[in-house]
């Protein structure tokens, strides 16, 4: 709450918003490191698109000069926030990117990476098929050292169609699917450059547990840890090249605690895999509440000592065990709680899937600052930058690879499925947030020998400790995997496990979703945030302990160290492919606007604060917005141990106190009887004491007042309110990074209206764009539950960003418009693009209503000034209401 009162002071004074952090992303598997004769540059920007067939689109002469400009990671199309039902366009879309390559790269090795593409897809280079891929969510790694034009222009030329295909994982159609495909090049392309000898991609070698570099551990104790390490170097030089791989390995601070080098001779053509150890004595461990991160820099010397490639990794020394009946064991002592988390889906409101790095990231960050331990990825492996998120904020993470109850005996598609999980096992292997891998199709009936298949497959390249499978506990051939997924005994449901096996440890994979059928999808669980508070306090308790018996919060934290934990379906709104409905049982909406559940969530977080982790220490929340028609009982989320809530200045005070006894969740909802009455605060208003009506909540440890939560009815619609949602981080100015800018109705205290119907329109002046127009209801935007969201995207050069915003019919008694302003930084890597190709990337379309948006400060400060004589008149007729109503 403070933080959202420091957002509203910023945007009332308009001054900027200035974020002091930048979070770190991954690059094709690496980090980028100094003078290590490689380097990464971003493909994103300024690619030519069109939707549908283009006969010939991947002749280098082809004539795109009418197609649209787009930048990276690009979803096909904008989509309103209730997006199911198959609304979305599938088919064929071409991609052209035009651009002449650095001199100083000629002689380089070059890769093409593309994180992901949508669907089966091409990629020509002036007009030459390089490869094919099928699949959806891993990467598609071209070499084109040999393609390229070095007297002119290149092009690069990608066909993709998410149309539904069984051949390839997921395989079902999407008008049977509980999620949405989307498409398009919908995550980061980039090309890497490096010498001709070489540290190797893993999955472009496509060897067993080979290629580029392996991290794994073994032996881990609070006293020492072995570091095992395998790297591959190819030669791609006509003579041999004799020289020493080099790692070393550096605290958070920089301090060097484990250096070592290994001589290595390869032949031309060929390439070398070389096995080494590191010990680190005393080393700081990697776990959910101390999530630590060496740097691991990786170097390729010659004979004079010459660095002739290298990168740098993050890496976090820990080691995970699954004991059966003992449970989960995390460096070499049992987890002492089970693991609370959530599933996610990767799609964002608008933009699909299409989501910019930062947003991972801040999606990360909230979860873990919800309390969240584990994210399951469902129902695919997800973009690098979340993965880089979790090993950063300390998500334990389960890794899936893609498909939902779907089976095809053609035996490609079985190979197809094999090669995805390798895939992302070679992807994901070196990150420390990897707990559990996933390989079999997420409730699917396929063979037995499949899922054995799959299993083996995993451990083949992963061959080190730590790496456990899981599988659910009724699909065919679960026996050979060590976890399973169930719903705990004490759920008492017909689904629930029945019998434990001592030798299996259980874990429920998804809870809290409650459907009338599985074809109405009616459920306590599923609110949309705009349906209010009641809907969202039932949304609450049911995710809490509801009175009827059922996998909740309470339920997991009941069951023996056998079950260790369970992930909530689910954490964030979605779009779905078989339903007409968005799945709405999030705790966050499309946007990442929060709802009860939410706090109800974040009150399960221990009440001490720590400085490694963000958001943590004692919280109290008050779920009721003092409306007309809030319920008189009051619920309180709190993780102190003991609350007091007042009712008004002079009004009356009750207190609850923590059952010293308790064995279920770590706080209980708390409900206090009886204590809002709207007559109550209407009796005071008309005596002209409405500073008098307020709900207070204080959260008490050992006596003393350590959090406290205010709630004032909100009262005439005065003003818009103006925040940006960046959880402090920086909008970088590389065409594709965006924010998400929050618009809010307030009477003139502040206070958030949440009950109203207006729409709010948002103009931009500076380097920025609006995404989405109205068409899809992106902006102009309907205010739901008080507030109107909009994604402003950087352009390609840093600067000021201004957004005003106002209701859409504006009038001399409407609420005063508001203003704010954003600064964008500098683009972290170079960016390859023609500029003739940005400059057509289209803005957003201003028409005369809009430009009239943009007020001088004199301007404002006459609309103020009106304001406050409309409101001198409304006395005379609150006057001559009063004299002619009743006055009680």
């Known amino acids: 709450m403070r933080k959202l009162i420091g957002y509203i002071l910023l945007s009332l004074i308009c001054l900027p918003v200035l974020a002091a952090y930048q979070p770190e992303f991954s690059t094709a598997g690496f980090f980028r490191m100094k003078n290590s004769g490689r380097d990464v540059y971003s493909m994103n920007p300024a690619w030519r698109f069109y939707k549908g067939a283009a006969e010939g689109a991947d002749a280098k002469e082809f004539n795109d000069k009418d197609w649209t ?146 991290v794994a551990f073994d032996k881990v104790s609070d006293t020492s840890a072995e570091v095992l390490l395998q790297l591959q170097v190819r030669n791609e030089t006509k003579k041999a090249f004799t020289g020493v791989v080099e790692y070393e390995l550096q605290q958070p601070d920089g301090k060097q605690v484990a250096f070592l080098n290994d001589k290595v001779k390869i032949k031309p053509g060929k390439t070398v895999t070389s096995s080494d150890k590191l010990l680190v004595q005393q080393p700081m461990l990697w776990t959910p509440s101390t999530p630590t991160l060496y740097n691991l820099l990786v170097r390729v010397r010659d004979e004079q000592g010459n660095v002739i490639d290298g990168y740098r990794r993050r ?45 991972h990231w801040r999606d990360a960050k909230k979860l873990k600052d919800v309390g969240m331990e584990v994210i399951r990825n469902a129902h695919c492996p997800q973009d690098p930058a979340f993965m880089d998120a979790c090993d950063e904020l300390g998500l334990f993470v389960i890794v899936n690879t893609p498909g939902w109850q779907f089976w095809n005996d053609a035996p490609e598609f079985a190979q197809r499925v094999y090669s995805d999980i390798r895939n992302l096992v070679r992807r994901d292997r070196n990150y420390a947030c990897v707990w559990l891998w996933e390989p079999i199709l997420n409730e699917t009936w396929y063979p037995a020998d499949f899922a054995k298949n799959t299993n083996d497959i995993v451990h083949a390249e992963y061959p080190y400790p730590s790496c456990y499978c899981g599988s659910d506990s009724e699909a065919r051939g679960h026996e050979v995997f060590p976890v399973l997924f169930a719903h705990p005994q004490n759920a008492d449901k017909e689904w629930a496990i029945k019998e434990l096996d001592p030798s299996k440890t259980y874990f429920t994979r998804e809870w809290g979703d409650n459907v009338d059928d599985w074809n109405s999808h009616n459920s306590p669980s599923r609110v949309a945030r705009n349906w209010g508070e009641q809907a969202m306090l039932i949304q609450a308790q049911h995710y809490a302990s509801p009175s009827y018996p059922y996998t909740s919060y309470d339920a997991l934290f009941q069951t023996s160290r056998q079950h260790v934990g369970g992930c909530l379906w689910h954490s964030f709104d979605h779009q779905r492919g078989y339903h007409p409905d ?25 009440p001490v604060k720590s400085d490694l982790i963000a958001e943590t220490g004692p919280m109290v929340f008050i779920a009721n917005e003092m409306t007309p028609f809030s319920g008189k009982d009051v619920m309180v989320y709190s993780n102190c141990d003991e609350v007091r809530l007042t009712f008004n200045k002079d009004g009356k005070t009750s207190t609850y106190k923590r059952d010293k006894g308790w064995q279920g969740m770590p706080s209980p909802v708390i409900t206090f009887p009886d204590m809002y009455d709207f007559m109550v605060d209407k009796a005071l208003s008309r005596d002209r004491k409405q500073e008098d009506v307020y709900l207070l909540a204080e959260g008490l440890i050992d006596g003393k007042v350590v959090a406290t939560h205010k709630v004032t009815p909100a009262r005439r619609a005065e003003k818009l309110l103006l925040w940006v949602d960046n959880e402090g981080t920086n909008l970088e100015a590389n065409g594709s990074d965006f924010v998400t800018v929050v618009a809010a109705i307030a009477d003139k205290q502040g206070n958030i209206k949440r009950l109203n119907n207006y729409f709010i329109k948002f103009h931009i002046e500076g380097e920025g764009r609006i995404l989405g127009s109205a068409d899809i209801m992106a902006n102009p935007a309907p205010v739901k539950w008080g507030t109107a969201p909009v994604l402003v995207q950087s352009t390609l050069k840093p600067g000021k960003i201004k957004v005003m915003a106002s209701v859409l019919m504006e009038g001399s008694q409407m609420p005063i418009s508001a203003e704010l302003e954003l600064e964008s930084t500098p683009a972290v890597y170079p960016l390859v693009y023609n500029q003739s190709e940005a400059v057509l990337i289209p803005l957003t379309v201003t028409g005369k209503t809009d430009v009239q948006m943009s007020k001088s400060s004199a301007e404002r400060e006459v609309e103020r000034l009106q304001k406050e004589l409309n409101a001198l008149k409304l006395k005379e007729v609150e006057r001559q209401q009063t004299e002619f109503g009743e006055k009680r």
């Not at 490869?131 to 070499?143: A, C, M, N, W």
């Not at 002492?336 to 889906?345: C, Q």
């Not at 799945?583 to 559940?597: A, E, H, L, T, W």
């Open 582 to 606: 968005p799945f709405y049982g999030g705790i966050m909406d499309v946007f990442r606007q929060p709802k009860y559940s939410y706090y109800m969530f974040k009150a399960q977080r221990p």
């Open 69 to 214: 400009v787009v930048s990276l990671p690009h979803g096909i199309e904008y989509l309103p926030t209730e997006a199911s039902g198959c609304i979305n366009y599938q088919g064929e879309v071409w991609y052209r990117k035009h651009f002449t390559p650095d001199a100083a790269l000629k002689g380089k090795k070059l890769f093409l990476h593309f994180e992901a593409i949508m669907g089966k897809s091409k990629v020509f280079v002036n007009g030459k098929l390089l490869t094919e891929h099928f699949g959806g969510y891993l990467p598609v790694i071209v070499d084109v050292t040999d393609a390229l034009d070095w007297s002119g222009e290149n092009v690069i030329a990608v066909w993709t169609d998410n149309s539904d295909d069984p051949s390839y994982p997921p395989g079902k159609a999407q008008d049977v699917l509980d999620y949405t495909y989307f498409g398009g090049i919908y995550r980061d392309c980039w090309l890497v450059s490096h010498n001709n000898i070489f540290i190797t991609d893993p999955n472009y070698e496509n060897e067993i547990a080979g290629g580029g570099l392996f």
């Open 315 to 359: 890496i976090g020394i820990r080691s995970i065990e699954f004991k059966g009946k003992d449970g989960f064991w995390l460096n070499g002592k049992p987890y002492e709680k089970p693991l609370i988390g959530a599933n996610r889906h990767q799609d964002f409101a608008v933009v699909g899937n299409a989501v910019a790095n930062s947003i």
